[in-house]
Nanobody, 114 residues
Framework: VQLVESGGGLVQPGGSLRLSCAAS????????MGWYRQALGKQRELVGS???????NYADSVKGRFTISRDNAKNTVYLQMNNLKPEDTAVYYC?????????WGQGTQVTVSS
């Protein structure tokens, strides 16, 4: 399974970005897909996830600002990020769980700065 992320970049505080993650390869039973992030010097943390049934879960720090969605036909997950803050600066990683195995993308940098 391969995960390819896109959509990161530099944005001013209060701005928006949309991340995409397309999964390919031996995909047959995705349990969930999600986004994690890791800021410099910090541990990787969950941003949000979505199950195959559409149930979502978010970190408290992004609730009301970020929205995760999924296109099952395209095996793609999206992260719409609004009202971005400097503390959202991190490398964002796509994650997929298939049965009991986890797969990770290579990460995409999001920098929020004026």
């Amino acid at each position: 399974v391969q995960l390819v992320e896109s959509g990161g970049g530099l944005v001013q505080p209060g701005g928006s970005l949309r991340l995409s993650c397309a999964a390919s390869g031996s995909i047959f039973s995705i349990k969930s897909m999600g986004w994690y992030r890791q800021a410099l010097g910090k541990q990787r943390e969950l941003v949000g996830s979505i199950t195959s049934g559409g149930r979502t879960n978010y970190a408290d720090s992004v609730k009301g600002r970020f929205t995760i969605s999924r296109d099952n036909a395209k095996n793609t997950v999206y992260l719409q990020m609004n009202n971005l803050k400097p503390e959202d600066t991190a490398v964002y990683y796509c994650q997929l769980t298939q049965i009991v195995l986890d797969y990770w993308g290579q990460g995409t940098q999001v920098t929020v700065s004026s």
